[in-house]
């Protein structure tokens, strides 16, 4: 996962973009990277960290020129070094160019080898890096159009933001796995992964790109291309059960309601008597308001949330991770003592944080706990930019619900539905026509990729 924002054609553009940056922090704390160009050349700055941590006055000084792109980066193709962070700054035959990617190209090794084998030098170890050998590679005319033949090789997931020194180019692949939307502020158009980065700039929100479409910004204007077979639709459900932050609007909805309406369903779905609902933040919140809305059992706050540790999940480091899961979340004792609760996540992947958390509250003197994931069981990695892991570390790929619940030490366990799922997103309309991708809870794959997938057990009750 990662986050892209760019601008063109405004007097502050790079910062603007770190305004951006900022509100799409969520999608990515490894890295971040901001290129800018004045018509003429192009400059960057990348590091490793945090948005505010990367970038002081003096690099926002450096970054001149009336249009730039930025990128924070959360690793799920190449590994964590500042020569993948982006965007990627190159110059080559044709001039500069620059490339901030959200996605995972699932055929780059392929297109990498083969470039290797006649002689192309690569940067880095990111998947980003092949498109723009493959556009260095082109002997069509234009810009565009040597990004539209390198595009045309590709397979995979990907949200592209390309700024050279005259054009900024938005793409979004032809099954918009990943988010793009488009907005505007003044006279400037602004691309950015999610519109709460448009709430914060002031701009006013357009509309999404849509799938398989190219947006070419000149200082001409601002013209659309679709050069892709069409295909329907896989937007990635990820995005509304975890990823994408709350007051976004995404793929036709606030991401919050849906979240919201996930949480109804659950209680539809697996309602239990109990004193409370707790969520565990904040990826369980919008949830648990919905299963509190339902069943009329009051949502308290049982848990609550270090905000200066990161993600656990999303430092790539194991030992980190473990560790995590106690550096940011504590339960208060007096809420929790006595009481039977219900539990509320949006997902379980390893099952880690589940059962520290319902350790936790027995220690502080939960009488019941009843956990409830918003989700469906995690039972395959995502190829298209999620980093789940691979399947033997999933434990639903290959544990039954009553194995899990006896690991995780709760009372009982239930997860919503795929259809529970279908309903909330839909809306309870029968005519809505669900256009996701959900292969991670069902393993129907959009695309075929080229590698075999583990089917080994993930070892429970070890000592971790
Ligand atoms: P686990 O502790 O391994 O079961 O992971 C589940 C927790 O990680 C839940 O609280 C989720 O909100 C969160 N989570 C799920 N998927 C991801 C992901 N791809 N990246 C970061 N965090 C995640």
Not at 137 to 144: A, G, I, K, R, Y
Not at 364 to 384: D, L, Q
Not at 426 to 441: H, K, L, R
Request: glycine share 8%; aromatic share 10%.
């Amino acid at each position: 996962m990662c986050g892209i924002f760019g601008i063109f054609n405004h007097k502050d553009a790079a910062n603007i973009v770190y305004l951006g940056l900022h509100s799409l922090q969520h999608r990515g704390q490894e890295s971040a990277g901001i290129v800018s160009t004045n018509g003429h050349t192009m400059v960057g700055h990348r590091d490793m960290g945090l948005v505010s941590d990367v970038f002081q006055e003096a690099e926002l000084k450096k970054l001149q020129g009336t249009s730039a792109i930025g990128h924070v980066r959360y690793s799920t193709a190449g590994s964590t070094t500042l020569s993948n962070a982006q965007p990627l700054l190159v110059e080559y035959s044709k001039g500069f160019i620059a490339i901030a990617h959200n996605g995972n190209l699932t055929n780059a090794k392929v297109i990498k080898d083969e470039l290797e084998n006649y002689g192309s030098i690569f940067q880095s170890t990111t998947d980003t890096e092949v498109i723009i050998h493959l556009i260095a590679l082109s002997h069509e005319n234009t810009t565009l159009d040597r990004l539209i033949s390198a595009l045309k090789r590709i397979e995979g997931s990907y949200s592209l933001i390309i700024l050279t020194n005259k054009e900024l180019i938005a793409v979004r692949d032809p099954y918009g796995f990943r988010p793009l939307v488009l907005g505007k502020l003044k006279n400037s158009f602004v691309v950015s992964s999610e519109t709460c980065a448009f709430d914060l700039i002031e701009a006013e929100y357009l509309r999404e790109i849509e799938p398989g479409e190219i947006i070419h910004i000149t200082k001409d204007g601002l013209k659309t291309i679709k050069p892709f077979k069409k295909t329907s639709p896989k937007y990635c459900v990820f995005e509304y059960i975890y990823f994408a932050r709350p007051d976004s609007f995404m793929f036709g909805r606030t991401v919050y309601t849906v979240r919201k309406a996930m949480g109804r369903e659950l209680a539809r779905e697996a309602y239990i008597d109990a004193d409370m609902v707790i969520p565990i933040p904040d990826s369980g919140i919008g949830a648990a308001i919905g299963y509190s809305q339902e069943t009329h059992i009051p949502f308290e706050l049982g848990l609550i949330r270090n905000h200066y540790v990161g993600r656990t999940f999303i430092e790539p480091e194991d030992s980190i991770r473990h560790f995590g899961v106690k550096l940011k979340l504590n339960g208060i004792r007096d809420t929790v003592k006595g009481k039977r609760i219900v539990v509320i996540d949006d997902s379980i992947v390893r099952a880690t944080t589940g059962r520290k958390i319902i350790k936790m509250l027995r220690r502080y003197g939960a009488k019941e706990i009843h956990f409830r994931v918003s989700s469906p069981p995690t039972t395959h990695p995502c190829f298209y930019g999620i980093d789940t892991p691979s399947r033997k570390e999933l434990i639903a790929s290959s544990h039954a619900l009553a194995e899990i619940n006896k690991y995780m030490g709760s009372d009982t366990l239930a997860y919503l539905s795929i259809e529970g799922i279908k309903r909330a997103i839909g809306n309870n309309d029968i005519s809505f026509d669900y256009s996701f991708c959900d292969a991670c809870f069902s393993g129907k794959y959009p695309l075929k990729f080229p590698w075999g997938m583990e089917l080994e057990q993930m070892e429970l009750f070890v000592k971790r």
